[in-house]
């Protein structure tokens, strides 16, 4: 039997924790300055999520929200995916501890990691499952505590990082709405740019890092900019133009919040308005995995995504990786 059903996102919400760190309370904390912050990445403060507050906390909560969002009881879930760089511990996954909170007793549960992409990975796989009649309803998340890996001695990357937690519910829905294309990949020759050691690595490398706490996040700042420039016009045009649409079709681009300066530089290759590009990295800095979907979640409540609007989410992380997904927006 030829069954192929089309997938879109039909609820959204989104959760990040209380507590704020502003660019002045990081001034106390090392060698940096508000103006070098807003000028060279355009965040302004970021959340975070007190010590006993952990990404299944931030993931549950985002996951009520886009249920609710959706008129879905947890029972109608089959699959949950988060996607998350910042587990609460190796097993049970976060996944499995969000379907626990929330009651979705009839989903699987698993969690991924591609980094910052990782939402749209997670998008990716829930759309093969919905057009293959395999599932019908799937929660994606994003959910991240990177202050937890944050070495907050570290100029270089303790300005960037936040906490957050965004969701979606991923159904059947009718032509012409839904995901119409998805691009994603990956390239691990070039993983040692962006890294996050989950065990202790040799002296000589923590020498190299200049760090004592060697399981915190390292980059390679100006190397990760150059390539996210690159790959975010690369991956906006392989996909709209996947379904014959070219970057002027586009109502709505929404990107992983890396750097106001990586979005405009683009928004300048593409040759796209940036006024059409929805940004709230001021506020809550880089979240990685939750960045697109905190972003989608205000995107809409904000009205700038709209129905009937061809949205592109796109984005890039660790690994590298990066991925693209455009959708004709339904609710
Ligand atoms: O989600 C994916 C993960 N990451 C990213 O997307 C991040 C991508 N990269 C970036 O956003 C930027 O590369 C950064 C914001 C990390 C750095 O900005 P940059 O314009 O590439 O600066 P830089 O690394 O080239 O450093 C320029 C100068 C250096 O000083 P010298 O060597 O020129 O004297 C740095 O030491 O700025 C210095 N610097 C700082 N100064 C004040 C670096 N960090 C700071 C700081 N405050 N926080």
């Avoid at 109608?76 to 049970?92: G, K, L, R, S, Y």
């Avoid at 159904?171 to 994603?184: A, D, K, N």
Wanted: some cysteine; charged content about 20%.
């Amino acid at each position: 039997m030829n069954t192929e059903y089309n997938a879109g996102i039909i609820g959204v919400g989104s959760y990040v924790p209380e507590k704020v760190i502003t660019n002045k309370d990081i001034e106390k904390m090392v060698e940096t300055s508000e103006e070098w912050i807003v000028t060279r990445t355009g965040i302004h403060q970021r959340c975070i999520a007190n010590g006993d507050i952990y990404a299944s906390d931030l993931a549950t909560q985002a996951a009520l929200n886009a249920l609710n969002d959706a008129g879905k009881k947890p029972e109608e879930i089959d699959m949950i995916i988060v996607a998350t760089i910042t587990p609460d511990m190796f097993t049970p996954s976060v996944a499995c501890l969000v379907q626990h909170a929330i009651g979705a007793k009839n989903a699987i549960a698993f969690d991924i990691n591609a980094a910052c992409s990782g939402f749209i990975y997670g998008i990716n796989i829930a759309n093969q499952f919905i057009k293959t009649g395999n599932c019908k309803n799937i929660l994606v998340i994003g959910a991240e505590t990177l202050s937890k890996i944050t070495d907050w001695q570290d100029r270089n990357t303790c300005i960037l990082f936040g906490d957050g937690a965004g969701a979606v519910i991923v159904s059947t829905v009718e032509t012409p709405y839904g995901i119409l294309s998805t691009h994603v990949g990956s390239d691990g020759s070039l993983g040692n740019v962006l890294t996050a050691p989950l065990l202790k690595v040799t002296e000589e490398e923590q020498a190299k890092r200049r760090v004592d706490n060697a399981r915190t996040i390292w980059m390679d700042g100006s190397e990760v900019f150059k390539f996210a420039v690159k790959i975010m016009e690369q991956a906006t045009r392989t996909v709209v133009e996947d379904i014959g649409l070219t970057v002027q079709d586009i109502d709505v681009i929404i990107p992983h919040q890396a750097n106001i300066r990586i979005v405009d530089g683009a928004a300048k290759r593409l040759k796209f308005n940036k006024e059409n590009i929805f940004t709230n990295l001021k506020k809550y800095g880089n979240m990685s995995a939750a960045s697109i979907p905190v972003a989608v979640d205000e995107a809409v409540k904000s009205g700038m995504l709209k129905k009937d609007d061809v949205v592109v989410m796109v984005g890039f992380g660790g690994g590298l990786t990066w991925g693209s997904t455009v959708m004709k927006w339904k609710n």
